[in-house]
Antibody, heavy 121, light 111 residues
Framework: QVQLVDSGGGVVQPGRSLRLSCAASGFTFSSYTMHWVRQAPGKGLEWVAVILYDGSKKLHADSVKGRFTISRDNSKNTLYLQMNSLSAEDTAVYFC??????????????WGQGTLVTVSS | QSALTQPPSVSGAPGQRVTISCTGSSSNIGAGYDVHWYQQLPGTAPKLLIYENINRPSGVPDRFSGSKSGTSASLAITGLQAEDEADYYCQSYDSSLSSYVFGSGTKVTVL
């Protein structure tokens, strides 16, 4: 069965960096577009970034552009989110999600359990 | 401010029908991009409920249905049950923002 396991969250000081991971199993990871979505405490969902199945194309939300980088290692079935220059506004639960459908028409059919990132001094 | 607007809350008695609207614009829903819906129970990850406007994934009860027209979409829940109490989000793509976008979310309360 499809499984996505998010990890790497924690408490980090403003301005520091953190790398999140999403370990995939139960499907051919290298065939699927993958996304990161976040949810601030008590707030709604916010899309963060997407990467095509082969890593050839990436897109980041304006709110994280230049600070966050999505990447993947298909040999390890793992998705990553490198987060730099973190601020309190980045405090959220981060979910990885598998994308389905055409580019630009993606929906998210499976989600990780989420990992909490808290940015605080 | 979300590109897709949903009512903050809707409520209904068990067995009733409720609908959740998702209002967009000419750069997202009105541009022809599909709308998808997710259910999020407290403390859990979102779950896909409706994809490509009207389709239900395997395992989703047929009490849930979706529709789309113009710059808006709707999710209907018929035969409301206590287990349907959750947050619901619509999602699409916005060509002006070059970004996937979510609705603001709607909390469904079963009275």
């Amino acid at each position: 069965q499809v499984q996505l396991v998010d990890s790497g969250g924690g408490v980090v000081q403003p301005g520091r960096s953190l790398r999140l991971s999403c370990a995939a199993s139960g499907f051919t990871f290298s065939s699927y577009t993958m996304h990161w979505v976040r949810q601030a405490p008590g707030k709604g969902l916010e899309w963060v970034a997407v990467i095509l199945y082969d890593g050839s194309k990436k897109l980041h939300a304006d709110s994280v552009k230049g600070r966050f980088t999505i990447s993947r290692d298909n040999s390890k079935n793992t998705l990553y989110l490198q987060m730099n220059s973190l601020s309190a506004e980045d405090t959220a639960v981060y979910f990885c999600a598998r994308g389905r459908g055409r580019e630009g028409y993606n929906f998210f059919d499976f989600w990780g359990q989420g990992t909490l990132v808290t940015v605080s001094s | 401010q979300s590109a897709l607007t949903q009512p903050p809350s809707v409520s209904g008695a068990p067995g009733q029908r409720v609908t959740i609207s998702c209002t967009g614009s000419s750069s997202n829903i009105g541009a022809g991009y599909d709308v998808h819906w997710y259910q999020q129970l407290p403390g859990t990850a979102p779950k896909l409920l409706i994809y490509e406007n009207i389709n239900r994934p395997s395992g989703v009860p047929d009490r849930f249905s979706g529709s789309k027209s113009g710059t808006s979409a709707s999710l209907a829940i018929t035969g409301l049950q206590a287990e349907d109490e959750a947050d619901y989000y619509c999602q699409s793509y916005d060509s002006s923002l070059s970004s996937y976008v979510f609705g603001s979310g709607t909390k469904v309360t079963v009275l």
